[in-house]
């Protein structure tokens, strides 16, 4: 069984912090997708890493798939009320069926 | 980005029906789509796995039988919840995977289907 361990699984900060989201695994993914999902709907997908070592920014959002392709980080800076939600990293395989989700991180953004 | 729709959003009904939930890719075609189960405050649960002509694949666990999935056409997955009861309450979410895009693995997310059994 392939694990993604997620961490921190909740995460409660003062607008204009910054936070890193970690998820970690011992298998070789050919690429890793991060996701934010608000209550009520359905994930939303905001970025997809393929390369080791790769780096990707959205706005304030930096992502960063590690050089053997096992692990992920997401990093948030001056994090705003906005950002609130459940963060989930997903790891796939070329031609497999299913991903391999992480459990999840619950951030909460305070005003 | 590729669009997927699920419907309805949400649905009551009483113990004992049952009830489809419908998810469609709208601007691609996908062979592979997933329907998941989720809980407050969790991550995502994997029910089943849909192909696209051929039988799901369901995840440990699960009953086929109470959880019809068919997959008729490229752009069509349903999930039926059959004899329901207020356990099968939940938030169900579907999600499609393009095979065009440069990373064809990436699975693209429907809005979910919440369901209420009363």
């Known amino acids: 069984t392939q694990l993604l361990e997620q961490s921190p699984q909740f995460l409660s900060i003062q607008e204009g912090e910054n936070l890193t989201v970690y998820c970690n695994s011992s298998s070789v993914f050919s690429s890793l997708q991060w996701y934010r999902q608000e209550p009520g709907e359905g994930p939303v997908l905001l970025v997809t890493v393929v390369t080791g070592g790769e780096v990707k920014k959205l706005k304030r959002l930096t992502f960063q798939f590690g050089d053997a392709r096992k692990d992920s980080s997401l990093h948030i800076t001056a994090a705003q009320p906005g950002d609130t939600g459940l963060y989930l990293c997903?790891?796939?395989?070329?031609?497999?069926?299913?991903?391999?989700f992480g459990d999840g991180t619950t951030l909460t953004v305070k005003p | 980005g590729a669009v997927v729709s699920q419907h309805p959003s949400r649905v009551i009904c009483k113990s004992g029906t049952s009830v489809k939930i419908e998810c469609r890719s709208l601007?691609?075609?996908?062979?592979?789509m997933f329907w998941y189960r989720q809980f407050p405050k969790q991550s995502l649960m994997l029910m089943a796995t849909s192909n696209e002509g051929s039988k799901a694949t369901y995840e440990q666990g699960v009953e086929k039988d109470k959880f019809l999935i068919n997959h008729a056409s490229l752009t069509l997955s349903t999930l039926t919840v059959t004899s329901a009861h207020p356990e099968d309450s939940s938030f169900y979410i579907c999600?499609?995977?393009?095979?065009?895009?440069?990373?064809?693995?990436?699975?693209?997310f429907g809005p979910g289907t919440r369901l209420l059994v009363l």
């Open positions: 999600s499609a995977r393009d095979p065009s895009g440069g990373a064809g693995e990436t699975q693209y």
């Open positions: 997903a790891g796939a395989h070329t031609n497999a069926g299913k991903s391999t």
């Open positions: 601007d691609f075609q996908a062979t592979t």
